[in-house]
């Protein structure tokens, strides 16, 4: 598959040619740097009538640890990359994945800090964004999403319906992700970061790629969120209005009493009713263009 030449050359190959894996298995539980959990509110998704469990991706320097779930039987499930926040491929994400199996779909959560480290494993933000996330290059998650993909089709699923979403640091990748690959359909964005600073690890930002969409993408952000300033989304708004046929379908819809990590129902930020509404919304704006 042809892919954004121009997005990868930004970032060195030497970057991400580490061939140790720090994380060889995923962990239960959830990561230390969000303990003690809000256990009341957590949903929990059973496997009943899935195939669900710890994965191994082949990729070009090693094996990736991941989570899929899907239904055991039925035709080919089209297929949902679930990209994670900071914290990881931990039992947040995994039970995303599940109720994404639930609707049908064989959704997969890749360990992409598997050559960094276990954030799990920290106990606060800063240390994780220090030793793990500003350690990870945009490159190499391209390039292990790349493969994620190529490990679903391998093993039968509908890499023709082929869809992306992703958390906070997920919801950024999302939008790289749909700038990236032209096979995806349709890309949901959850109150991922949408400009920044450029450096070697993130040479661009979803701002900057706006204009070269090849999926479309829902956002869905936290009017509330003190990390994502409404201007940042305008701004963001603008450059899909004036960019590629996939960037002027894309959409962005604000909660306007919600936090960031709305979705997020382990933590004190979890708002029930719109994270509801943005799971439906979703739902349906993977079903309009046939992911």
Request: charged share 20%; aromatic share 8%.
């Amino acid at each position: 598959m042809s892919k954004n030449a121009e997005f990868d050359s930004l970032v060195p190959a030497s970057s991400f040619d580490r061939r140790s894996f720090l994380v060889t298995s995923l962990g239960a539980g959830f990561a230390l740097a969000v303990q003690p959990v809000m256990a009341q509110t957590v949903i929990k998704t059973d496997e009943v009538g899935l195939l669900a469990g710890e994965i191994r991706v082949p990729v070009k320097d090693g094996e990736m640890v991941a989570y899929r779930a899907q239904p055991k039987t039925g035709s080919k499930a089209p297929v949902v990359l679930v990209v994670s926040e900071i914290f990881g491929a931990h039992e947040y994400i995994k039970d995303t994945c599940r109720r994404l199996a639930k609707q049908g779909y064989c959704a997969i959560g890749p360990e992409l800090f598997a050559r960094q480290g276990d954030p799990g494993k920290y106990s606060s933000i800063p240390d994780i964004l220090a030793n793990i996330t500003n350690k990870t290059p945009d490159a190499q998650v391209m390039s292990d999403l790349d493969a994620t993909v190529a490990w679903a089709a391998g093993q039968g699923a509908d890499v023709n319906r082929l869809a992306i979403t992703g958390f906070c640091w997920g919801g950024r990748i999302t939008w790289l992700y749909c700038a990236h690959n032209p096979q995806v359909k349709a890309g949901v964005a959850w109150y991922g970061r949408l400009v920044g600073v450029a450096n070697e690890m993130t040479p661009r930002h979803p701002v900057d790629l706006a204009g070269s969409l090849m999926a479309p993408v829902l956002g869905l952000y936290g009017g509330l969120d003190t990390g994502i300033p409404l201007e940042s989304i305008e701004s963001m708004e603008a450059a899909l209005k004036t960019g590629s046929a996939s960037a002027q379908i894309s959409q962005i819809h604000v909660y306007d009493n919600a936090p960031h990590a709305f979705h997020a129902d382990y933590r004190p930020s979890y708002r029930k009713e719109e994270a509801e509404d943005g799971w439906q919304r979703m739902l349906a704006w993977l079903k309009k263009m046939n992911a």
